[in-house]
């Protein structure tokens, strides 16, 4: 028995090898034509990777992309992640691109992410199931974004985090951060508090579920990988407890609490599971992609004086308007016009997000470009994000900026587009905000080392942004 099941694993690793080795040879030898972009398909099964993925400052496009497109253009085709893939780096394709989703272009995630996030995950669900999803989501951001409740407690966990600070000289900001945004997207989610112990599990496994999106797809006892199948899994068991019991406590009548997870309980268009993977993805991309946000507002505005005096005589100006302990609400919000234009430049020059993966339905014909069925494309970015041709100074922090130039044209798409587009950005700018509006009226700071933000292809903060501390008086 031992030996046939060494030899069906045998055969599975010989299979999954031939796959990975056709995958990559097959398509030097098909005649594709001659309009399918120039480019270089490497190393075999590994192609190019390893030089793709190359860690390099998120305020560059670095030395691959550098490379290619000086030899080949801003299209080129390459082997990356196992696949034949089309680069884009041309602002129309890009727009092309998200602009027809479902129809010429499919999300396309390399499996193992699958395995971690799930099938009916958002991030990689397509068709009927993405757009029923997403709708959800529109629909709880548009209830929940303006709400007093909402509001205020992303200003109390602002201020608690804040006056953890009162009798420190120094921080590490991206720790802070992550705090902050956790116990925001937690209490906003689920309506657990930090003080609560479901919590603290919660985020234990979290951070395993984090640490596996980004490791060798490996399930083997141990790994980082299989800990964040492992992790996922008592997650959402948690997360059914908690659906069980607040349906328990709803049919007793014990009172109603403002959460997504309240409102998700009403929504029949969802199965059981997908509001699990709902859950969790709303975990996700309110903790990771928030926190790192706020560091990159952060670490530019200590680089500029000038944009960090000009925002905190704006905040100035709406406490003055207010009680000396009173709460932020709506319309503060939309009175924070540079705010904007600083958390709109911090995604532009730091590129949250380098590209999206998708896949090619059909040919698809673009300008003089073929993008044969079947291939990956990926539309990146930070390419069209930096490209002085068309943003002015491309390379320089500049606010400003946005006093005349539109925050939804093309040339700048920092939380994906089309169909895709992240429905959660208007919560992650209100919570930037909201923790600037107290953080800049009590402190200024300096960065203790030069700690570059660095993507690799996710951005990181190296030394997790050691930040030296002054105290202001208000």
Not at 57 to 68: E, K, R, Y
Not at 223 to 247: G, L
Request: charge should be neutral.
């Amino acid at each position: 028995m031992a030996g046939e099941l060494w030899v069906g694993i045998l055969v599975g690793i010989i299979g999954g090898m031939l796959g990975l080795i056709m995958n990559h040879f097959l398509p030097m030898f098909l005649k594709l034509g001659d309009n399918v972009p120039k480019g270089s398909f490497g190393w075999p099964i590994l192609g190019e990777t390893l030089g793709f993925l190359k860690p390099h400052p998120s305020n560059t496009i670095g030395a691959f992309l550098q490379d290619h497109c000086s030899r080949y253009g801003n299209v080129f085709k390459s082997h990356l992640f196992f696949s034949p893939t089309v680069v884009s780096c041309d602002q129309e394709l890009n727009y092309f691109i998200l602009q027809n989703e479902g129809k010429l272009f499919q999300c396309s995630y390399p499996k193992p992410i699958h395995g971690i996030l799930g099938n009916v995950s958002m991030l990689v669900a397509v068709g009927d199931t993405h757009k029923r999803l997403r709708n959800v989501a529109i629909s709880l951001v548009s209830i929940t974004k303006s709400k007093p409740e909402f509001l205020n407690d992303i200003e109390r966990i602002a201020v608690q985090i804040l006056n953890s600070w009162k009798d420190k000289q120094q921080v590490m900001f991206c720790e802070e951060a992550r705090k902050f945004s956790f116990n925001v997207i937690i209490k906003q989610v689920l309506g657990l508090t930090s003080e609560e112990p479901e919590t603290g599990k919660i985020l234990e496994d979290f951070l395993a579920f984090m640490r596996g999106l980004v490791s060798i797809p490996l399930y083997i006892p141990g790994t980082p990988y299989a800990r964040a199948v492992q992790a996922r899994s008592r997650i959402s068991s948690r997360v059914k407890a908690i659906i069980e019991e607040r349906r328990s406590r709803n049919g007793r009548s014990c009172g109603v609490r403002n959460d997504f997870l309240e409102i998700l309980l009403s929504v029949d268009t969802l199965s059981e599971d997908e509001k699990v993977s709902f859950v969790l993805d709303s975990l996700l991309g309110g903790y990771e992609t928030t926190s790192l946000l706020m560091a990159m507002v952060v670490h530019l505005l200590g680089q500029s004086p000038t944009a960090s005096e000009q925002l905190k005589l704006e905040h100035e100006q709406i406490r003055s308007s207010k009680e000396r302990d009173e709460f932020l609400n709506w319309e503060d919000y939309k009175k924070m016009g540079f705010t904007q234009n600083v958390i709109n430049e911090a995604l532009r020059y730091g590129n949250i997000v380098k590209f999206v993966h998708r896949k090619a339905l059909k040919d698809v014909k673009f300008r003089d470009h073929l993008i044969p069925s079947g291939w990956k494309v990926l539309p990146v970015f930070t390419a069209v994000h930096l490209d002085s041709s068309v943003h002015a100074d491309a390379l320089q922090f500049h606010p400003w900026r946005w006093e005349a130039q539109d925050q939804t044209c093309k040339k700048f798409t920092p939380f994906g587009g089309g169909s895709r587009c992240c429905p959660g950005s208007e919560l992650a700018k209100i919570e930037i905000a909201f923790f600037l509006h107290h953080l800049l009226q009590n402190f200024r700071w300096t960065a203790e080392d030069v700690d570059q933000p660095m993507a690799y292809p996710y951005v990181e903060f190296g030394k997790g942004l050691l930040i030296n501390l002054d105290h202001c008086s208000i």
